[in-house]
């Protein structure tokens, strides 16, 4: 899971020899949940299933969870549980903007706090920063309470991806060996007959959306106010 253009479908085509289709323009490419071939990895067969991000250019929030809650419904209804989950986040991005702290908002509610020891987080595009710099941002999102801090706490990983299959086998060797669970979402969904809306990742769609409204109220008003101030010089009429 991650952002748009965060590498998801390139890290599993690089560990697992897959073909899946890799976005190479502005427009997100992973606009469905992709399961990627079975693969070997030290004598068991691997997964990965990639999912689009919650800042998809075609697709509204609400799609994208729809999409994702409803393959991780079936899995868990057919017995299958995941060994782990990769969270991937690109060093090389100035700051963590709304769009990544909403992705990653999301993530923490589809997969609930106990499963957070099978999570880990993997940071990318290393080759895009001077490692200086990757070092320090690194440590913030580390260290920060608003940004990976709490997860890492509950027992996630943080680790780094080169863009090779060796650094990407590193770190699914830290998740083949879990013990499988149910993400929240999955328990919510399918043991709790809850409706996705009801779930605590859709609740957190709802609050962001809320949130999201009452800014862009607040920032009409502005703009309203702006024009009548300016409508009482040029005499035009003033909007409603």
Not at 122 to 133: A, D, K, Q, R, S
Not at 189 to 216: F, M, P, W, Y
Request: aromatic letters at 6%; one cysteine or more; glycine letters at 8%.
């Amino acid at each position: 899971m991650g952002p748009t253009g965060s590498g998801k479908t390139s890290f599993i085509n690089v560990v697992s020899g897959s073909n899946l289709r890799v976005g190479r323009t502005l427009q997100s490419c992973t606009s469905t949940v992709q399961v990627a071939p079975a693969f070997r990895l030290d004598g068991r067969w691997v997964t990965l299933i990639d999912t689009p991000g919650f800042d998809d250019t075609s697709k509204s929030d609400t799609d994208i969870l729809t999409l994702i809650a409803a393959f991780l419904a079936k899995t868990y209804e057919g017995g299958k549980k995941l060994a782990g989950v990769i969270y991937m986040h690109r060093i090389s991005d100035v700051r963590m903007g709304g769009i990544s702290t909403r992705n990653f908002k999301m993530f923490r509610q589809l997969c609930g706090e106990s499963t957070l020891k099978n999570v880990v987080i993997v940071t990318n595009f290393w080759g895009e920063v001077g490692l200086e710099v990757g070092e320090a941002r690194e440590a913030e999102l580390a260290s920060d309470e608003r940004f990976f801090k709490p997860v890492l706490d509950k027992g996630a990983r943080l680790l780094r991806h080169d863009n090779d299959a060796p650094s990407a086998q590193a770190i699914l060797h830290y998740l083949i060996e879990n013990q499988p669970l149910a993400l929240r979402i999955q328990r919510e969904l399918v043991d709790q007959r809850k409706e996705i809306s009801q779930t605590a990742a859709g609740e957190e769609l709802n609050r962001e959306l809320a949130e999201q409204i009452k800014r862009h109220r607040q920032e009409m008003a502005v703009l309203q106010k702006e024009i009548r101030g300016l409508c009482r010089w040029d005499g035009c009429p003033t909007p409603d």
